[in-house]
């Protein structure tokens, strides 16, 4: 599990919207949270796997809770693969703790799934 200090601007207006129960979380949360995460796993996906180039990241903020799935997706150019990390991000406070539960991959030439 990695851990970030979110900016506190960011973090006060994700724990705001995290708080609010009445409705899921507004998309320009959602685009923020992930924009803000992308930032993060970045240099660890590019220290553990540097075959992977990092694309779009995008989040699903809950309308409960303090725990937001997110998808990273990622290119192995060298294996001709998209790969898809699932990853599990909780806000607390001013920190981000997140982790990658599981990940799939594709051709990129198909679309086919590969063992990955």
């Not at 923020?32 to 796997?49: G, H, V, Y």
């Not at 075959?51 to 809770?65: A, D, F, I, Q, Y």
Request: proline fraction near 4%.
């Amino acid at each position: 599990m990695k851990v970030h200090h979110a900016g506190a601007a960011l973090a006060a207006a994700l724990s705001l919207v995290l708080a609010c129960s009445a409705s899921a979380a507004s998309p320009p949360a959602a685009l923020a949270f992930a924009k803000e995460l992308r930032s993060d796993i970045k240099p660890t996906f590019a220290e553990q796997a540097p075959g992977l180039v990092l694309g779009k990241v995008t989040c699903v903020l809950p309308s409960k809770g303090n725990v937001a799935r997110c998808l990273a997706h990622f290119a192995d150019k060298a294996a001709r693969a998209n790969v898809v990390y699932t990853i599990k991000a909780t806000l607390k406070g001013h920190v981000i703790a997140w982790s990658a539960s599981a990940h799939s991959c594709t051709s990129s030439t198909t679309g086919r799934k590969l063992a990955c």
